[in-house]
T-cell receptor
């Protein structure tokens, strides 16, 4: 089983809709969870971090974490064409170690 | 967030030559930096962990003699691709953490280096 799994997509949503991105991880000892956005040819940009069970909201973005189910998700409200990118889920077991990335989900928001 | 600068952003080199990529933390000191490579439409694959003042830790399958990593100061790590071949063509990205940050877990990425070996 891969350490961090994401549906590669593409996930297509119309402008203004909610985009829901999902991620599962295999290491129960994971402590920190991140969502990065990556535009084609660019390096990843941190969108959200979440460390405890529940929801964390930042503007149009909401991250959700369920450690019992080993599941983390990202909701994007009022999706915009500029949100079209690949979204990478990353997991970290302990501070100071490298992030482990999923393959990413490609999101396409049509206007 | 913290700023990590990577240089060059693009490089084209001839097969058999070596290429050095620099990764700098601009507004913090990074005792640890990470080097990733990414093939088209693939995820980031960790190559090695660069530790200031000591040898890098390489991931399984990564040739340490081919991908030389030096982390001589708290703000600079370099990756040298030696005797580059076309199969080394890839997007190389460094990242670093700000150890003074509240949780010391968020990683910030450099701009990436697109290496093309011809």
């Amino acid at each position: 089983q891969k350490e961090v799994e994401q549906n590669s997509g593409p996930l297509s949503v119309p402008e203004g809709a909610i985009a829901s991105l999902n991620c599962t991880y295999s290491d129960r000892g994971s402590q920190s969870f991140f969502w990065y956005r990556q535009y084609s040819g660019k390096s990843p940009e941190l969108i959200m971090s979440i460390y405890s069970n529940g929801d964390k909201e930042d503007g149009r973005f909401t991250a959700q974490l369920n450690k019992a189910s080993q599941y983390v998700s990202l909701l994007i409200r009022d999706s915009q064409p500029s949100d079209s990118a690949t979204y990478l889920c990353a997991v970290n077991r302990q501070a100071g170690t490298a992030l482990i990335f999923g393959k990413g989900t490609t999101l396409s928001v049509s206007s | 967030g913290a700023v990590v600068s990577q240089h060059p952003s693009r490089v084209i080199c001839k097969s058999g030559t070596s290429v050095k990529i620099e990764c700098r933390s601009l507004d913090f000191q990074a005792t640890t930096m990470f080097w990733y490579r990414q093939f088209p439409k693939k995820s980031l694959m960790l190559m090695a962990t660069s530790n200031e003042g000591s040898k890098a830790t390489y991931e399984q399958g990564v040739e340490k003699d081919k991908f030389l990593i030096n982390h001589a100061s708290l703000t600079l790590s370099t990756l040298t691709v030696t005797s580059a071949h076309p199969e080394d063509s890839s997007f190389y990205i460094c990242s670093a953490r700000d150890p003074s940050g509240a949780l010391n877990t968020e990683a910030f990425f450099g701009q990436g280096t697109r290496l093309t070996v011809v």
